[in-house]
């Protein structure tokens, strides 16, 4: 159990996050579905179209079976112009992981074991308890 590292687009080789970097991703998650060749079941999350995820990474803000909202307030003049405020979670620590062992420009696919992602606990109304998760990341920046 844990992650499982599937590349695919080589990144620059030379350059991967260290504990405590802040790093710019973008991603979309998966439920794990084991009937389909791509393992990639119902999507339940994505920054495509959002903006990218920006997080530090391996110092623990990404804690396993217990997520953490993030909420991006809109401001005045956001909510004068009537867009919308959005939450999204803090990725699963499979993410510490997987994206530690990623270098800059790199594509991956994560497949992320229930013990290194939410756990029994899951996350209502998105991620079933005992779910192993699948994400595609691609490092877009470091610090």
């Known amino acids: 159990m844990g992650v499982t590292k599937h590349i695919t687009k080589d990144g620059n080789g030379v350059t991967s ?40 990474i391996g110092v623990g803000q990404v804690i396993r079976g217990k997520p953490r909202l993030h909420c991006r307030l809109a401001s005045q003049a956001e909510e004068d112009e009537g867009k919308s405020v959005w939450l999204r979670y803090v990725a699963p620590t499979g993410w510490d992981e997987g994206v530690m062992g990623m270098s800059l420009g790199e594509k991956a696919t994560l497949i992320i074991s229930s013990d290194y992602a939410y756990g029994d606990r899951g996350f209502p109304g998105r991620i079933p308890p005992g779910s192993t998760l699948v994400f595609d990341v691609e490092l877009k920046k470091i610090n």
């Open 17 to 56: 996050p260290r504990k405590g970097d802040t790093v710019t991703i973008d991603y979309t998650g998966y439920l794990y579905d084991d009937s389909k060749p791509s393992k990639k079941g119902t999507q339940f999350d994505s920054s495509k179209g959002r903006g990218d995820f920006v997080t530090k």
